[in-house]
């Protein structure tokens, strides 16, 4: 079983994901950031020319990073909860950058090849369930100036806001698998942890009898 954790930068997915990990006793697997990610640091930090330079190969190294997660989950076995999915890669980030110009038609045209043929690939089989993490832009910025890390602070909010506008869009056509919506507002786990013990509750009332009886405490 897989459970696909989306949603906005700042939304709290990786948070979620490892809480609900946790509190499930699943397997998780995050999202390729920071220190193993040699693009996304050139991207954030460099302006529209560097956000040209490097957009194609900051989403193939996306693309090849998921479908290898997902590989290897695949031949782990067992169940597991994703932080970000190749959907949010494809349909969001990479189209995205394609319409504001920082992909050319023929970059656009490679990266959809290999995105069709990946989603044909056996690891490629959609979720049990996608959790949507989604709230108002301004809550959105709130956090990322909170929480975000330097190179997503410094990120101009009209970027932030075609993001967000490209996420509600593409959610309200997501038919690939049910999804489960959470609005971000009704909860906070990195002021109150304790959270989890109903967003847990939630999200067991939609994929019961898959997931474990037994819950594992929160820590």
């Known amino acids: 079983m897989l459970i696909g954790i989306a949603g906005m930068v700042g939304s709290g997915k990786s948070t979620l994901t490892r809480a609900l990990a946790a509190r499930f006793g699943l397997q998780h697997a995050l999202e390729s950031v920071d220190d193993d990610n040699p ?3 050139q991207f954030y930090a460099g302006g529209e020319l560097a956000m040209r330079a490097v957009a194609l190969p900051l989403q193939l190294h996306f693309l090849a990073t998921r479908f290898a ?4 989950m695949r031949g782990a076995g067992g169940s597991w909860i994703l932080d970000r999915t ?6 969001i980030f990479a189209r995205g950058h394609f319409e504001e ?3 050319s038609s023929l970059e656009w045209e490679l990266y959809c090849q290999l995105y069709v043929e ?5 690891a490629a089989r959609p979720p049990r369930l996608l959790v949507y993490l989604h709230a108002p832009l301004d809550t959105i910025l709130a956090r990322i100036r909170t929480r975000g890390r330097d190179k997503e602070k410094d990120t ?3 970027y932030w806001a075609s993001l967000h ?4 869009r593409w959610i309200a056509d997501f038919r690939a698998c049910p999804v489960l919506q959470l609005d971000v507002r009704d909860y906070d786990l990195v002021t109150d942890p304790r ?6 509750s939630t999200v067991r009332a939609r994929l019961d009898p898959e997931l474990p009886q037994t819950e594992l405490a929160f820590v």
């Open 101 to 103: 110009g920082l992909m």
């Open 118 to 122: 990946l989603l044909h690939s056996p």
């Open 165 to 168: 506008a490209r996420y509600e």
């Open 69 to 72: 997660s997902m590989r290897r």
């Open 39 to 41: 693009w996304l640091e």
């Open 195 to 200: 959270a989890i013990d109903t967003l847990s």
């Open 156 to 158: 101009p909010a009209e």
């Open 86 to 91: 190749w959907y949010e890669d494809a349909e």
